[in-house]
C-alpha cells in the first residue's frame, strides 16, 4: 500500500502528507481544524490510501493511532 517516493496521486491532502511522514502535531492540528480522516488519496496501480493506511505502511504509530480514532468518531458520529 506505501508509495514510492516520487509517485503523483491524486486527493494527497496535508493530513495524507503529515501521516506519511510521522508529523504527529500536524496530523493532530489537521484534524481539530476539521481534516478529514477517511478521505483516501488515490494512487495508479495501488488505488485508495487513507491516511491511516500510509502512517500504518510508513511505521507511525502514534499518528496511526490519532488517525484511526478520528475515524472511529467520524463513523459514530455518522451513526454507522
Given at each position: 500500500?506505501?508509495?514510492?517516493a516520487g509517485t503523483?496521486?491524486t486527493n ?5 502528507l ?6 504527529l502535531?500536524?496530523?493532530?492540528a ?5 481534516a478529514d ?5 488515490h494512487?495508479e ?6 491516511p491511516?493506511?500510509?502512517?500504518w505502511?510508513?511505521?507511525r504509530?502514534l499518528?496511526?493511532l490519532?488517525?484511526?480514532r478520528?475515524?472511529?468518531?467520524r ?6
Amino acid at each position: 500500500m506505501a508509495t514510492e517516493a516520487g509517485t503523483v496521486g491524486t486527493n494527497v491532502t496535508p493530513l495524507y502528507l503529515a501521516a506519511q511522514e510521522g508529523q504527529l502535531r500536524a496530523v493532530r492540528a489537521l484534524l481539530d481544524a476539521g481534516a478529514d480522516p477517511t478521505l483516501a488519496a488515490h494512487f495508479e496501480g495501488v488505488g485508495a490510501v487513507r491516511p491511516s493506511e500510509v502512517a500504518w505502511q510508513c511505521v507511525r504509530p502514534l499518528c496511526w493511532l490519532a488517525l484511526r480514532r478520528a475515524e472511529r468518531g467520524r463513523a459514530r458520529a455518522r451513526g454507522s
